[in-house]
C-alpha cells in the first residue's frame, strides 16, 4: 500500500480559501488515481474529487465543482485539494486516497475503491 499523509487543515471563515496537501510515498503513482474525501459527524464519507496521476485529469462531486480545484506535482509526489469560496457545510476531516487504476474516473467514487489512505485533516468553517 501507499503512504498519505494530509496537511494543510484549519478553521476559517466563509469566503475563505484554503489548499490541503497529500504526499505519498512507497509507490510508483504513474498509474494511480489520487482522491480526496471528506466526512461530518453523523455523515458517511463523500467523495469530493479525483485526479489521475499520469495525465492530470480531474473528476469533481457536483457539490465542489467550481469551487474545489485538484492538482498533483509529480516532483514532489504532492496532490492538493485547492478549495475557494468555502462554505460552512464544507465543515469535515478531509482524507486522500490512492487507487491503483486506469479506469474512468467518474467510476471511482466510492470509499471502497481507494486501498490506501491518509490519517485525516480537519477542516472547519464558520458563518
Known amino acids: 500500500q501507499a503512504q498519505l499523509v494530509e496537511s494543510g487543515g484549519g478553521a476559517v471563515q466563509a469566503g475563505d480559501s484554503l489548499r490541503l496537501s497529500c504526499t505519498a510515498s512507497?509507490?510508483?503513482?504513474?498509474?494511480?488515481?489520487m482522491g480526496w474525501f471528506r466526512q461530518s459527524p453523523g455523515k458517511e464519507r463523500e467523495f469530493v474529487g479525483s485526479i489521475r496521476w499520469s495525465s492530470g485529469s480531474t473528476y469533481y462531486a457536483d457539490s465542489v465543482k467550481g469551487r474545489f480545484t485538484i492538482s498533483r506535482d509529480s516532483a514532489k509526489n504532492t496532490v492538493y485539494l485547492q478549495m475557494n469560496s468555502l462554505k460552512p457545510e464544507d465543515t469535515a476531516v478531509y482524507y486522500c486516497?490512492?487507487?491503483?487504476?486506469?479506469?474512468?474516473?467518474?467510476?471511482?467514487?466510492?470509499?471502497?475503491?481507494?486501498?490506501?489512505w491518509g490519517q485525516g485533516t480537519q477542516v472547519t468553517v464558520s458563518s
Open positions: 486516497a490512492a487507487a491503483a487504476t486506469y479506469g474512468p474516473l467518474a467510476s471511482y467514487t466510492r470509499e471502497r475503491q481507494y486501498d490506501s
Open positions: 512507497g509507490r510508483t503513482f504513474g498509474s494511480y488515481v
